[in-house]
């Protein structure tokens, strides 16, 4: 077996969710990331733990929502209880084709989503997601496989406690902070308030690869226009040049380029879908291009995105006076930070250009 597989497979148990003896691991997977399934049955076999396997079509998945009504939805109880089980999640991400379910309707996509919704609020604390490197997302990537498979591993097999220190120091940037303005060309400027939300340090244990610091803003506290100039993914679709225009935290006004129909899906999803739920901020420099997976596009260093949707139960304090966004969705967005571009913090520009204040060649 390749060796990168096999040190994928250690990451995970050992980094990502700390199995441990006896633990209930619940591992889903397509079929194309086989390789990967076997060596994490490998791992967990000598770590002495009890693996459940639940294996992923997409084929399955696209013949089923094709013929549901978005009115039929209901809770798939059994899934719940498997979940609930467990005592730790593996969630491994690849795709043969990743266009599989672009012909399902949108509104159907958003109502298995708001009727499984909790499921995720049962979900293990030790969780993670990972990719694959399977033929159909590096052909999405427009790489070939093997440049893709070495893409990924580069991405996921790394120094995480280096990257840990790195990240660091702008976690303790955002973690004092209020206001938070993202600046980018003539189409982006936004402004949010962060006071009393976590800033939280991914460095590759709930998503491998890592490679990002996020938080939540205040849901009421977004103000202005944002410009999505990279695509986004969504079950399928891909959307196009994203447009949305913020006023005391909802939207309330978007466009796209192509597929406006999925976008406005995602915003109609609930109540929550048209406010933020993160604020995401990439430093994974492994991840150099753009390959329509949001698992690795997300963490492209000169990059910043922000999710509509549900915030992360780790940029919320339990006991705090602020409450985060809530929604059945997340979904990511990406706006490209390199060029004529800055993040300011408390009117303190902390990023210009993609170039952190605590790197090299950051200038004032």
């Keep these: 077996m390749d060796p990168r597989v096999e040190r994928h497979a250690e990451l995970i148990v050992d980094h990502c969710v700390d199995i441990q003896e006896n633990d209930d691991v619940y591992l889903s997977a397509g079929t194309v990331a086989e390789d990967l399934v076997v060596a994490l049955h490998a791992e967990l076999g000598k770590r002495g733990a009890n693996p459940l396997l639940s294996w992923s079509n997409s084929a399955a998945s696209r013949a089923y929502h094709r013929e549901m009504s978005a009115d039929d939805y209901t809770l798939n109880e059994h899934s719940r209880a498997a979940m609930e089980a467990a ?46 490197p399977a033929p159909g997302n590096a052909q999405k990537a427009e790489m070939s496989t093997e440049e893709y498979e070495a893409f990924v591993w580069n991405a996921v097999n790394k120094d995480w406690a280096a990257q840990h220190e790195h990240q660091q120091q702008l976690v303790e940037i955002l973690d004092d902070a209020d206001d938070v303005r993202i600046k980018s060309g003539e189409s982006t400027d936004v402004t949010m308030n962060i006071s009393g939300m976590n800033a939280v340090n991914d460095d590759g244990r709930k998503n491998l690869p890592g490679g990002e610091v996020f938080t939540a803003p205040v849901p009421d506290s977004v103000e202005g226009h944002v410009t999505f100039d990279k695509p986004v993914m969504y079950l399928g679709r891909e959307i196009n040049d994203a447009e949305l225009t913020f006023e005391n935290g909802e ?78 969705t997340h979904v990511d967005m990406i706006v490209d930070m390199s060029e004529d571009s800055f993040i300011e913090v408390d009117g303190e520009v902390v990023q210009r250009d993609g170039t952190f204040r605590f790197e090299d060649g950051f200038e004032e």
């Design 251 to 328: 939207v309330v006004d978007y466009s796209a380029g192509q597929n406006e129909d999925a976008l406005g899906a995602i915003l109609d999803t609930d109540e929550g879908a048209r406010r933020l739920g993160e604020l995401g901020i990439g430093m994974n420099r492994d991840i150099d291009q753009f390959t329509y997976n949001m698992l690795f596009d997300e963490k492209m260093g000169d990059t910043v995105h922000m999710a509509v949707g549900r915030a992360i139960d780790d940029c919320v304090p339990e006991d705090g006076d602020v409450e985060g966004n809530e929604s059945a």
């Design 87 to 132: 005592d730790a999640l593996i969630a491994i991400r690849g795709d043969e084709n990743t266009a599989e379910t672009s012909d399902v309707p949108p509104e159907n996509l958003s109502a298995a989503q708001r009727a499984n919704q909790e499921i995720q609020e049962v979900r293990p604390d030790r969780w993670v997601g990972t990719q694959y």
